[in-house]
């Protein structure tokens, strides 16, 4: 081994990047003002081949089965994809395995809802914004939203542009919490039948 492949393997050891952060990193990266393009180019590859190793994608056949599996856990609720997850061992699972265990969560959840329903009204959970993936993201977001927006010369319009950027950045990007409308049941009495 040489020694740029053994100083590489300590510092990726080193600095512990999970798939999450590599994925990040890579959605997340803008080029900066004095990097040119081929750089630009270069250091994305990079990030893409350390996220796909991190996943340890070899082939075309696992690249897209990556991408249905990610793209289908983004789709799930913050609730099923917590359970998707907790049933995750070793590795990541396929995109018909998340699918299976999602039908089969929400096939359950069904039953058990239409027996004991709860008022429940979501909300977005802000705690979440301490997770710095989430808080990475949501910056994304935001500034794209306000980048989209117009300036105005009316002060109260600019607040009206601003607030609909933080909200659809919000929407995008933090999950929702479910807040009890009846506070005599809770999240666990109802997790009991």
């Not at 300590?10 to 952060?21: A, D, I, V």
């Not at 994809?81 to 907790?86: A, F, G």
């Amino acid at each position: 081994m040489s020694r740029y492949d053994e100083l590489k393997k300590f510092l990726l050891t080193e600095y512990k990047l999970t798939s999450k952060e590599y994925k990040i990193r890579f959605k997340t990266a803008v080029k900066s003002a004095g990097e040119t393009y081929t750089l630009f180019a270069a250091r994305l590859r990079n990030l893409l081949s350390y996220f796909l190793k991190s996943r340890l994608v070899e082939n075309y056949k696992t690249l897209i089965e990556l991408l249905i599996s990610d793209r289908l856990k983004g789709s799930l609720s913050q609730r099923l994809l917590n359970y998707v997850l907790t049933q995750k061992g070793e590795g990541w699972y396929v995109a018909s395995k998340v699918a299976s265990l999602a039908d089969v969560y929400v096939n359950n959840r069904a039953t058990v809802k239409k027996k004991h329903k709860a008022q429940f009204r979501k909300r977005r959970d802000i705690a979440r914004l301490s997770d710095k993936e989430i808080s990475n993201a949501y910056r994304v977001a935001l500034e794209r939203h306000l980048g989209q927006a117009k300036p105005s010369q009316d002060l109260d319009e600019n607040a009206k542009r601003i607030a609909m950027a933080m909200e659809k950045a919000a929407e995008e990007t933090i999950p929702e919490k479910e807040m009890i409308t009846k506070k005599w049941i809770t999240p666990e009495t109802l997790s009991l039948v």
